[in-house]
């Protein structure tokens, strides 16, 4: 039986109800340019994966890899980037650059997520809608923030919580929607619909930590409004994506 490096690669596991498609592996083909490019399939800009070869029975992870592009023909231009989620452990040198026949499995951690929304009722809607996913809560980014001496929540924040626990993706819940955010890339990759039965707002969004902690841990007032807040925070990456 094939050893795989760090993660088990091939599980299938269905997602939610939102537009989030499945895991997807694609060999690298010979490339004639130095961006890295391959057949865009059901791919969406945004979305993310790992990169991997095979030696020796063995499969290493090369780096991470971002669909930056589609062109009219169907050809994904890639992002490629350093694998960061295991630097402060034992892994090997990294093996060079991704070449042909090298692996891309996309979507690699869409089974985890995490949930930031402005109050309990919705965060628990959210919840209840995605079964299918392990949400990491939001009382441990909320911890991963106040560990780390962080105010607001930034986008940065968000790259390296979810490297260090293994998240693929963010759901915000807005006024109208909730967005789904690839972690790697901060891009929307899906929407789903909701119904807000509760107007309040926690900030810098909801955990079970009391209000005292939370003004104890964080400057309140740098976040006016939540909506405001998640809304700049996603449209500052999302600009040009279509």
Not at 18 to 47: C, F, H, M, W, Y
Not at 76 to 90: G, H
Not at 180 to 194: G, P
Request: proline residues 4%; negative net charge.
């Amino acid at each position: 039986m094939k050893k795989i490096f760090y993660i088990l690669l091939m599980l299938y596991i269905p997602l939610m109800s939102a537009q989030i498609e499945s895991r997807l592996i694609i060999t690298i083909p010979k490339q004639d340019s130095q961006t890295l490019k391959i057949p865009a399939l059901n791919l969406k800009v945004g979305e993310s994966g790992i990169i991997t070869r095979e030696i020796k029975d063995n499969e290493f992870i090369l780096g991470n890899a971002i669909v930056d592009s589609i062109d009219d023909e169907g050809i994904a231009s890639l992002k490629v980037t350093p694998f960061e989620a295991m630097k402060e452990r034992y892994m090997p040198t990294p093996l060079g650059i991704p070449q042909e026949g090298d692996k891309i499995i996309f979507r690699i951690l869409y089974d985890r997520a995490t949930i930031i929304a402005p109050n309990q009722s919705t965060y628990q809607d959210i919840l209840d809608s995605n079964k299918n996913i392990d949400f990491i809560h939001a009382d441990i980014f909320v911890s991963y923030l106040a560990d780390n001496d962080e105010n607001m929540p930034n986008i940065n924040d968000f790259k390296r919580f979810c490297d260090k626990f293994n998240v693929g993706l963010i759901f915000i819940a807005q006024e109208n929607d909730v967005s789904i955010l690839d972690c790697q890339s901060f891009k929307v990759i899906a929407k789903d619909s909701i119904s807000l039965k509760d107007s309040t707002q926690k900030r810098p969004f909801f955990t079970r930590l009391s209000d005292e902690t939370i003004n104890e841990l964080f400057n309140i007032e740098k976040m006016q409004d939540y909506n405001s807040y998640y809304k700049n925070l996603i449209e500052s990456q999302n600009k040009a994506n279509k």
